[in-house]
């Protein structure tokens, strides 16, 4: 968050010495299987076949569904991709689907169970007339030696299974840190006095909405839509997160004060190795320097974007060489 530059009365608690308990990390067998099993799906031949439809094909189908005679919002889909068996759809759909070659049209109906997670539709009877397009037969291979071979890099399964295991292992202690990171922020936080300016208060909520969107968005969904279902406003959703959005602009400007007591400051050229590495993340020809733009990125907000990241990234370094981690 970009903190306002006017006056914030700020009275930082102490940050040195935070002690935070260290969670123990394990990785599960259920963990590697699950890994595995993902593996190994990804891999699976896929093979049209001109048989009925079983538990476990591949199949595309064109679909509408209906409520008493008027068909429901998102209750038409052409060429649907879905797997029999994996329980995606209400439950039964997948069921009337067992049975039917490529080509063939069904109609049923279901009733919708009264706790489903959509109340637009919970406890209704509703209509379905479906085409079953393709059928397609998984070949998922055995797990075994041959299969971690096929991987590339693999001698045996326990080379591999090791592999997945270090993986997983690695994504815990990444997580693990960031957990630590934010309990050491919100103690400090707590134990600091900070007058919050409304304002500060108000622009992080607009951040909020809209990292919300944005999740919203990438589901597919129109947020519009998504506020009518779940029957609330961006205004209420907005009150319902004033607390956090508090908690974020506290932390955020003692991340600020921490920077300034400590004198803590990338360099230049920090800040343009960390600009060019994201440059070429997004397939941006690299700054080289620091131009004004490049392509429809404007480099002046980019560039301050990016010495912020790096100025938390260094109080956050000192937090967790003063903390207390047992």
Not at 223 to 250: C, H, M, N, P, S
Not at 258 to 265: F, H, S, T, V
Request: glycine share 6%.
């Amino acid at each position: 968050m970009t903190i306002d530059k006017k006056e914030i009365t700020i009275e930082l608690g102490n940050y040195k010495g935070i002690e935070v308990k260290k969670h123990k990390l394990k990785v599960e067998e259920k963990e590697i299987d699950h890994s595995l099993d993902y593996l190994q799906k990804s891999r699976a031949k896929i093979i049209t076949i001109n048989s009925p439809a079983q538990k476990g094909n591949r199949t595309e189908i064109d679909f509408e569904v209906r409520s008493g005679g008027v068909q429901i919002e998102n209750g038409l889909s052409k060429n649907h991709p879905l797997i029999l068996g994996e329980g995606h759809f209400l439950p039964g759909f997948e069921d009337n689907l067992e049975g039917m070659k490529a080509g063939e049209e069904k109609e049923f109906s279901l009733k919708v169970p009264a706790d489903w997670g959509d109340k637009r539709i919970a406890d209704k009877n509703l209509d379905f007339k479906v085409k079953i397009n393709i059928v397609q037969e998984r070949q998922i291979p055995e797990i075994n030696d041959e299969f971690a071979k096929s991987l590339g890099k693999f001698d045996s399964i326990s080379a591999l299974k090791e592999n997945i295991k270090q993986g997983l292992m690695q994504e815990k202690e990444i997580f693990e840190k960031q957990r630590i990171r934010i309990e050491i922020i919100e103690k400090v936080a707590e134990n600091s006095k900070i007058e919050v300016p409304e304002e500060l208060v108000e622009k992080e909520l607009e951040n909020m909405v809209n990292e919300f969107k944005m999740s919203v968005d990438q589901f597919g969904m129109d947020f519009e839509t998504y506020l009518t279902q779940i029957k609330a406003t961006a205004e209420e959703l907005k009150k319902g997160w004033k607390d956090q959005a508090v908690k974020r602009v506290k932390i955020g400007l003692c991340l600020k004060a921490i920077a300034d007591k400590e004198k803590i400051a990338p360099t230049t050229q920090e800040i343009e190795e960390r600009m060019n590495q994201e440059l070429m993340r997004l397939k941006v020809p690299p700054a080289g320097g620091i131009p004004t733009e490049v392509g429809n990125i404007d480099l002046v907000a980019f560039k301050e974007y990016t010495e912020n990241i790096l100025i938390n990234e260094k109080v956050f370094e000192l937090l967790e060489q003063e903390a207390k981690i047992i």
